[in-house]
Each structure stands twice: as structure tokens, then as C-alpha cells.
């Protein structure tokens, strides 16, 4: 218990411009030495941007669809967490030694923060979704996930989130950098609104980009398994494994809407004004486009 209680509520650390949270932020030294394997496949995204999900998938086409086999541990080992610390548990650097080939791994890092030896090779999947939405579901995370600071009033965290001063830094900056780095290197770049629209769709260009074909009953079977009401029930990607004074699902559960265009029941007209002005200025010039709303 004293162990849990030393990680939880305490202030980000700036690592490169870049604020973490503290445990994260020591695991990055480490990182640095860090060697991947030819066929390591990376999962990037910002936080609360579909992670769990596509990370479900890409484990279901790794198991050939087998549903008993990606219930062998919660999602969070059998894909490791790249920059994952804290006290008393295994980092995610150490999950990864353990994991068989070929290994899924997992990061929110920013570019500037990621092992070069991951870009120099197919580097993998990268889902971003709207910013709205991503805001607001960050908003609920920092509150149950308390190694994060005290995320305050929805008002002030917009602000934060608006200024890049959350964990993982600027989603704007995130999701333009990794766009850029797809003209140039092996990086899927997929959206969640899209995948909402037509999950199957998406899990084909997955199956493409990772070079796997598999039967259409076996992508149904995946598609029926991998929707939001089957995973949010499931104990092995729900994230109800991890102790409740770490991850409190009383206050908002992890798995908590899963629909794109949630963002319209907590902003405030004036907040979505003020956010669509500085939306325009920061992604000013970037071909990104994302839809607010399915």
C-alpha cells in the first residue's frame, strides 16, 4: 500500500519540453539502450485515443483469432507499455524480455522521446481520434487514474490540455509529427472515427499493413470480440486488474463511452468556441482532418 501511495497525485516531470508523469519519465534512461527487434511491431497513439482497442486487435490477428489465447493476461502484458514504471512491479521494458517474438509493443511517447531503433524499421500502427473527444475522455481518465496529478475543474484541465501541460504533452504536436513521419516511414496511420464507422474496414488495412490474411469468419470473430461492449466487460482489457487505489472504476470506469463525438456533452459553447479558434492556429497548414462526429 505505501508503495501505491508514493506513485499517486504527484506533479509531471519535463523530460525534452515534454511532461510525464514522474515514474515514466525514469524509464525513459533505459529506454535509450533500448534494442528492437526486426519484427517488434510499435503501437503509438496520444493517450485515450483507441490504444486498448487496436491493441486488442493486433493481438487477435497475432493469435490467428483465438480468443482463448489472447485471455492469457490483461492487455497491458501481453502488448508491453514501452515506457511503463513504478515501484514494486515489473517495467515495461522488463515485460518485454519476456515476450515471445514476434513482440506488440505500446507507447504514448512523442517522437522525440522514442528509441530510434523502433523508426528505423516498419515501425507500426498510429491511431489518433479528434481532439475534442480526446480531451474529454483524458479529463475522465486523470481523475480515476490517480498517477496523475489532480486534474481540477473540466474548465482548467481544457486549458491545460489546449497549452500541451498534460502527461504526453501537446496532442497537437503528437499527431502532426507522426503524421509527417507516415509520408516517410512504414506508419499506418489510422483514425478512430473511422474504425467506429466500419471496424471491419480498418482491421483489413491492418491485416494488409502487417502482411496476415485470415478468413472472413476469423475477421467477423475478431470484429464481434474487439467491439467496445465485449471489451469493456472482458477483465483482461477492461484494466480492472490494476488496484483500485491506482485505477478507481467508481469514478469513471477506463472503458467509458467508446463513441466518437461525446466531447458535445461537456463543452460549454463558449469552451468549443475558444477551442475551435485555437484549434485553427495550432494545425494551421497540416493536411490532417479529423471528424468531430460520426
Known amino acids: 500500500m505505501e508503495l501505491i501511495q508514493d506513485t499517486l497525485r504527484l506533479p509531471l516531470e519535463y523530460v525534452k519540453g515534454v511532461p510525464l508523469i514522474k515514474y515514466f519519465a525514469e524509464a525513459?534512461?533505459?529506454?535509450?539502450s533500448f534494442r528492437a527487434r526486426p519484427d517488434d511491431l510499435l503501437i503509438s497513439t496520444y493517450p485515450k485515443s483507441g490504444t486498448t482497442w487496436v491493441s486488442q486487435i493486433l493481438d487477435m490477428i497475432?493469435?490467428?483469432g483465438d480468443l482463448d489465447k489472447c485471455r492469457r493476461a490483461p492487455i497491458f502484458m501481453r502488448v508491453p507499455f514501452l515506457e511503463f514504471k513504478a515501484p514494486g512491479v515489473p517495467s515495461g521494458l522488463e515485460t518485454l524480455k519476456d515476450t515471445p517474438a514476434p513482440r506488440l509493443l505500446k507507447t504514448h511517447l512523442p517522437l522525440a522521446l522514442v528509441p530510434?531503433?523502433?523508426?528505423?524499421?516498419?515501425?507500426?500502427?498510429?491511431?489518433?481520434?479528434?481532439?475534442?473527444?480526446?480531451?474529454?475522455?483524458?479529463y475522465h481518465f486523470y481523475q480515476m487514474a490517480k498517477v496523475h496529478p489532480d486534474p481540477g475543474t473540466w474548465d482548467s484541465f481544457l486549458e491545460k490540455?489546449?497549452?500541451g501541460e498534460v502527461s504526453y504533452g501537446s496532442w497537437y504536436q503528437h499527431v502532426r509529427e507522426w503524421w509527417e513521419l507516415s509520408r516517410t516511414h512504414p506508419v499506418l496511420y489510422l483514425f478512430y472515427e473511422d474504425m467506429k464507422e466500419n471496424p471491419k474496414r480498418e482491421i483489413r488495412k491492418i491485416l494488409e499493413f502487417v502482411g496476415r490474411s485470415l478468413p472472413e469468419d476469423t475477421l467477423d470473430f475478431i470484429v464481434q470480440?474487439?467491439?467496445?461492449?465485449?471489451?469493456?466487460?472482458n477483465p483482461m482489457t477492461n484494466y480492472t486488474t490494476i488496484p483500485q487505489e491506482v485505477m478507481d472504476h467508481s469514478i469513471s470506469p477506463f472503458m467509458r463511452r467508446g463513441t466518437a463525438g461525446d466531447w458535445k456533452t461537456t463543452f460549454t459553447v463558449a469552451q468549443n468556441e475558444r477551442f475551435?479558434?485555437?484549434?485553427?492556429?495550432k494545425m494551421a497548414g497540416c493536411s490532417l482532418s479529423f471528424r468531430s462526429q460520426l
Open 225 to 233: 470480440h474487439t467491439s467496445f461492449k465485449e471489451m469493456k466487460k
Open 276 to 281: 475551435d479558434e485555437d484549434y485553427a492556429e
Open 161 to 163: 490540455f489546449m497549452a
Open 28 to 32: 525513459l534512461g533505459p529506454l535509450e
Open 62 to 64: 497475432y493469435q490467428d
Open 116 to 138: 530510434e531503433t523502433l523508426l528505423d524499421q516498419k515501425v507500426g500502427s498510429y491511431l489518433a481520434a479528434n481532439a475534442k473527444d480526446v480531451a474529454v475522455s483524458y
